[in-house]
């Protein structure tokens, strides 16, 4: 008898430096899952690179052996992964075709894959905190972490803008329903930039961490005694970690390693049970909590993320099984197919100002002809507002206009942040007629 395997579910990472397309197309701007698949399936038919380029979807090596005994089997997809399973068919009454597990999977089995980093390039293009306190990485789920989950997508929800909070640049926050919108600065103050799309990982996401690691400060905000203090849900302490120095901390060590049975995530569990907070006391300008999630197998610095899929979770639409127990991939009686749940995972680029130097180190002109998409700074040119890079070339958009204008784009995503706080790259051009340099 001849094994058969059939899809239990697909992972699609869709990310803005892969997923947009050479006339300045983005994935996110597509409201349909059915139109995004399309064309992540129109890039792959033209050979366009994707982010299996820079990272490997992989079972955790210490779980493969479990994953065997119920027959999961994972396979790279174009810009993702899916999990197959082998399973038993089955002709039903209505001579629809089902199938199920050779080997029966428990509702509350956690399948996790480890996004693992063939290379740091993602962190340099992917839109993020530039520099965190706590060194997370992602964790993404079919169930509910933190609020409710909107199928296909596994990210949390975006917090909802907070006008005391300090924002980086490139962050997102949410302005109401469908208005998603990133932060920027300019000399006129605090910009906010719609953002078109749903679902994308953002800073809610990174909870996933070490029982060991380093809490880093500001040194301008010259902390010189702080206390850490480890709740669980209740509200109940953990442990506290009180830390002082004669001179400002930049980074101090948090070891909550002798805890590791009772905080790391156990083989089944309850989101609820295995969030943590961290309170952090570095004076009344300095108070702040923090959210965990501890692992000390599935953290990795050479990890970008982790994903969580487990068979049945609060919201059905994200269930592995159908309610008559068969995989949700079947054929029906006229003989069309439906498919196996597909997530998402959608990823914003970096968003950064271009900075134009010429490349002797002279000081560049403005044109006329430039004044609508760069001011003069210095010595140097600047966009007027960030702009999120891709592998394709980008046209800068007129300010307050949605005519354009080729520049040259980045090519070194070496990350420069200046004086005034903003992100930026370098784009290093000669003297022409369109970047003339100042006798």
């Not at 910009?191 to 060991?212: C, H, Y």
Request: some cysteine; aromatic content about 14%.
């Amino acid at each position: 008898m001849p094994f058969i395997y059939k899809t239990l579910f697909e992972i699609k990472l869709e990310h803005e430096f892969y997923c947009t397309n050479g006339n300045g197309d983005v994935v996110f701007n597509l409201a349909a899952q059915s139109d995004r698949l399309n064309f992540l399936s129109d890039q792959f038919n033209n050979d366009e690179q994707c982010i299996n380029t820079d990272i490997e979807f992989k079972f955790p090596e210490e779980l493969e052996s479990t994953y065997e005994n119920y027959n999961l089997k994972i396979l790279p997809t174009y810009s993702g992964c899916k999990v197959a399973v082998r399973v038993n068919q089955q002709i039903l009454p209505d001579n629809s075709l089902v199938f199920q597990p050779l080997s029966a999977i428990p509702a509350d089995l956690n399948i996790y894959i480890l996004l693992f980093k063939k290379n740091n390039l993602i962190n340099s293009y992917t839109n993020s905190v530039l520099v965190n306190t706590i060194p997370f990485i992602y964790f993404f789920s079919n169930e509910n972490i933190a609020g409710v989950k909107s199928f296909p997508f596994l990210t949390s929800s975006i917090s909802a803008f907070d006008g005391t909070k300090i924002y980086s640049q490139g962050e997102l926050a949410s302005f109401g329903a469908n208005d998603i919108r990133e932060y920027y600065k300019t000399d006129a103050g605090d910009q906010w930039q719609s953002v078109s799309g749903a679902g994308f990982a953002n800073e809610n996401d990174r909870i996933l961490v070490s029982p060991k690691f380093y809490y880093s400060f500001n040194i301008a905000d010259n902390i010189t005694n702080a206390e850490f203090t480890l709740k669980d849900k209740n509200a109940n302490i953990i442990k506290t970690i009180s830390v002082s120095s004669s001179n400002p901390i930049k980074k101090t060590l948090l070891d909550f390693s002798d805890k590791t049975d009772l905080i790391s995530l156990p083989e089944t569990f309850a989101f609820s049970n295995v969030i943590y907070t961290l309170d952090v006391n570095a004076g009344s300008s300095y108070l702040k909590t923090h959210q965990l999630i501890f692992n000390n197998n599935l953290y990795n610095s050479q990890n970008w993320g982790v994903i969580n899929i487990k068979p049945e979770v609060t919201n059905s639409s994200f269930n592995l099984f159908a309610n008559d127990g068969f995989l949700i991939k079947r054929k029906n009686n006229p003989g069309v197919w439906d498919e196996a749940p597909v997530f998402e995972i959608t990823v914003k680029s970096r968003f950064t100002f271009w900075r134009y130097i010429n490349d002797k180190g002279k000081e560049l002109d403005l044109i006329a002809a430039l004044t609508d998409y760069l001011f003069k700074e210095n010595k140097v040119l600047i966009s007027k507002r960030p702009r999120a890079i891709s592998k394709y070339y980008f046209l800068l958009e007129k300010e307050g206009s949605t005519t354009t204008k080729y520049l040259p784009n980045p090519v070194s995503y070496d990350i420069k942040q200046d004086d005034k706080q903003r992100l930026c790259f370098d784009v290093a051009v000669p003297e022409s007629e369109l970047f003339p340099i100042i006798p």
